[in-house]
């Protein structure tokens, strides 16, 4: 099953508002990543962090490492109608082959 | 576009029968990982090949099993095909062992009816 929990499961804002979501883990993780999913398509990938408490912008992006290693948050700000879509994290540990992903958070945007 | 290709693209099949997955992989990249997502889900790592062997596995049963080939293309095989093995199965390559930065297919559907 999952081990990295996503929040919030699904979001309805407006065009021109920004948007923030965020990943837990019980346990550490070594890298952090953020794809976004469009129907019928795979992940695209957004944004890769290496460091705790690193922060890296992509555009209207950015997204911080957990200064614990065990968390990351994502935001983007004014969003457009083409943000919409699934986001997911994921995470890899140290000695990992695999990422493990979140359940994602559903992003719909009114213009 | 990841440069990642699948095929098929969508798929039937009833349960107890046998399917392959094909994939080649973005030019370059020597390390193949298959995800099975769910409807709802995020995906699931099933298993990882690198230079033709697997290196590394998921909790999947035996009778999902795969290929890489020396050009890196890669196959997901599954046997005895139940119905819970809907689901899309996406191909992502990588440079190296380490899952590092996966480029994902737009992946193949798989219904089991």
């Known amino acids: 099953g999952q081990q990295l929990n996503q929040s919030p499961q699904s979001m309805f804002i407006q065009e021109g508002e920004d948007v923030s979501m965020n990943c837990t883990s019980s346990?550490?993780?070594?890298?952090w990543l953020w794809y976004k999913q469009d129907p019928g398509e795979g992940p695209v990938l957004l944004i890769a962090l290496y460091k705790a408490g690193e922060l890296t912008s992509n555009g209207r992006l950015t997204a911080q490492f957990g200064i614990t290693r065990k968390d990351s948050f994502l935001n983007i700000s004014a969003s457009i109608p083409s943000d919409v879509g699934i986001y997911f994290c994921?995470?890899?540990?140290?000695?990992?082959?695999?990422?493990?992903f979140g359940a994602g958070t559903i992003l719909r945007v009114k213009s | 576009e990841t440069g990642v290709t699948q095929s098929p693209t969508h798929l039937i099949k009833t349960r107890g029968q046998q399917v392959t997955l094909r994939c080649s992989s973005q030019s370059g990249h020597n390390t193949v990982s298959w995800y099975q997502q769910a409807l709802g889900q995020g995906p699931q790592f099933i298993f990882q090949?690198?230079?033709?062997?697997?290196?590394g596995r998921g909790n999947f049963p035996p009778r999902f099993s795969g290929l890489q080939f020396p050009n890196y293309s890669s196959e997901l095989n599954v046997n005895a095909l139940e119905l819970d093995d809907s689901a899309l199965y996406l191909c992502a390559s990588s440079l190296g062992q380490g899952a590092g930065e996966l480029f994902f297919g737009e992946g193949s559907r798989l219904t089991v009816l």
């Open positions: 994921a995470g890899q540990k140290s000695n990992g082959n695999k990422l493990v």
């Open positions: 346990s550490i993780f070594n890298t």
């Open positions: 090949y690198y230079r033709e062997e697997e290196n």
